[in-house]
C-alpha cells in the first residue's frame, strides 16, 4: 500500500455517517407536506357494518345498501367501500333483491 505511482488518487468520498439508522435513505423520504399523506397511504380500512355491528343487511335497509352503490346503482367494490366479504355478499344479494323489486335502478 506504499506505491501510490500507479493507482489514481482516488476523490475524497465524502463522510457518511456510519450510524445511521436507515442508510439505504439518502434524504427524507416521506413526502409528508403540509396535509398531504404521501402518495400511497397505506390505511386499514374496517368494514363499516362490521364496526357498527350490523350482523345482516336487509334488503329493506336501502339507506345501508345505498351508502355501498353509486347514485346510479352500481354497486362500489370492496376495495372503494372496505368491507368485508361477508358483509359484501350481503349487500350484494340485497341489492339484487332490491333491484328486482325496482327499489333501485339497474343501471
Ligand atoms: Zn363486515
Do not use: F, I, K
Given at each position: 500500500m506504499e506505491n501510490n505511482e500507479t493507482t489514481p488518487p482516488k476523490p475524497q468520498e465524502a463522510p457518511r455517517?456510519?450510524?445511521?439508522?436507515?442508510?439505504?435513505?439518502?434524504?427524507?423520504?416521506?413526502?409528508?407536506?403540509?396535509?398531504g399523506r404521501g402518495r400511497f397511504a397505506p390505511r386499514r380500512k374496517v368494514c363499516r357494518l362490521c364496526a357498527e355491528k350490523i350482523k345482516l343487511v336487509d334488503y329493506k335497509q336501502a339507506q345501508i345498501i345505498k351508502t355501498f352503490c353509486t347514485d346510479t346503482g352500481k354497486m362500489l367494490s370492496r376495495r372503494i367501500t372496505g368491507a368485508c366479504a361477508k358483509h359484501q355478499r350481503q349487500i350484494m344479494r340485497a341489492v339484487k333483491i332490491n333491484r328486482n323489486l325496482s327499489l333501485m335502478p339497474y343501471n
Open positions: 455517517p456510519a450510524a445511521a439508522p436507515h442508510a439505504y435513505s439518502a434524504g427524507p423520504r416521506r413526502p409528508s407536506g403540509p396535509g
